[in-house]
């Protein structure tokens, strides 16, 4: 019998009843792809991003393992050239923000960035919903305030977030100025492409466990919430995923979104007993499980699987990324797994 993924997918955000788990993985379209490395030998990261055909090509990529839904490849750092902070990616350091903001003065410096000024994202997300239709359902995704905060402030990754929370903390003024052009741009951005085809937003907010429930109260959620709330109102599935964030999971609840993603550090059954049966669930295989045997990959895909309990509302997922020297066939082994894991309690 045929069975219509892109309804599995959109069926279990919106905690409906499907035939089976349905899985896609964060950063499933990557480096652990041979056909991505030679794609990369060839062009930049913010090359293949900038140039629809080429977006589309590395997004389709990993369809072929048998994933539930595409995520359109891009990067969450894309509109920060636009709002006046470009970056590049350097060899071994990750992304680097060029000119980091340092005071208020920078903060001020930076511009709203209107979603034309991203048409490229548009443009191959309209592609990818047109070669996807009937497949596979279509996510689009942004970089959450703080997590985009941070790469500002810090100018590329960090341990200690320092000089993110010494604006936070020194400059409350100055930092909610940051937050909310962050979130303009992020509302805006997110809205254009859903109008552009995808059919579920993802919100990425990677670093947000860095902090407590006291400071992401003050400093993040309210920023958040004026993103989804009228993101929610366009009418798809809306993720809300971050890191470490097993003591912050409410008031991301609270801030919004459909599906609430849930790292591996959290079993699943104590995320859906802290969070209630009223949102779906994503998650929560630990990313370096996909380097075990296969019958612990088996045992502890079943687990997140069972500890679920039958609820229609779970999209199977990472705990983050997979990450670029993760075996292709291990991935493999993990899709047909989830998809012949019975669901019921």
């Given amino acids: 019998m045929l069975v219509d993924t892109q309804d599995r997918f959109l069926k279990a955000c919106r905690r409906e009843p499907v035939d089976t788990t349905p899985i896609w993985l964060m950063r499933q379209a990557g480096r652990y792809m041979a056909e991505y490395r030679a794609l990369r030998e060839k062009h930049t990261l913010l090359e293949i991003c900038k140039q629809p055909e080429l977006a589309v090509e590395v997004t389709l990529q990993p369809l072929r393992l048998g994933m539930d839904a595409a995520i359109l490849f891009a990067d969450i750092l894309l509109p920060l050239e636009p709002m006046g902070a470009p970056f590049s990616f350097e060899k071994g350091e990750g992304p680097v923000v060029h000119t980091p903001i340092v005071d208020r003065k ?5 511009r709203i960035a209107a979603p034309e000024e991203l048409q490229y994202v548009l443009d191959a997300l309209k592609i990818l919903r047109k070669e996807l239709s009937g497949k596979v359902g279509l996510i689009g995704f942004a970089g959450a305030p703080f997590t985009l905060a941070s790469y500002l402030l810090e100018g590329g990754k960090s341990q200690g977030f320092v000089k993110t929370k010494r604006l936070m903390y020194g400059d409350s003024e100055a930092w909610h100025l940051l937050m909310q052009k962050l ?4 509302r805006d951005y997110l809205l254009a492409q859903i109008a552009a085809g995808a059919q579920a937003v993802q919100l990425f907010d990677s670093w947000v466990g860095q902090l407590g429930p006291e400071d992401y109260e003050t400093y993040v959620k309210p920023h958040v919430r004026s993103i989804l709330e009228p993101v929610e109102k366009a009418g798809v599935p809306v993720i809300h995923f971050g890191t470490g964030t097993s003591t912050l999971l409410p008031q991301m609840k609270e801030a919004g979104g459909t599906v609430i993603g849930i790292d591996f550090r959290l079993p699943m059954d104590r995320a859906r007993k802290l969070l209630g049966d009223d949102v779906a669930l994503q998650g929560n295989l630990d990313s370096t499980l996909l380097f075990a ?11 997140v699987i069972k500890r679920m309990h039958g609820h229609p509302g779970h999209i199977f997922n990472l705990g983050h990324g997979i990450l670029p ?7 493999q082994q993990l899709i047909e797994i989830v998809h012949t894991t019975p669901r019921t309690p």
């Fill in 106 to 110: 920078g903060v001020d410096a930076l």
């Fill in 325 to 331: 020297e993760t075996p292709v066939e291990a991935v």
């Fill in 183 to 186: 979130a303009l741009t992020v």
């Fill in 293 to 303: 045997p296969r019958e612990i990959i088996e045992a502890r895909a079943k687990d």
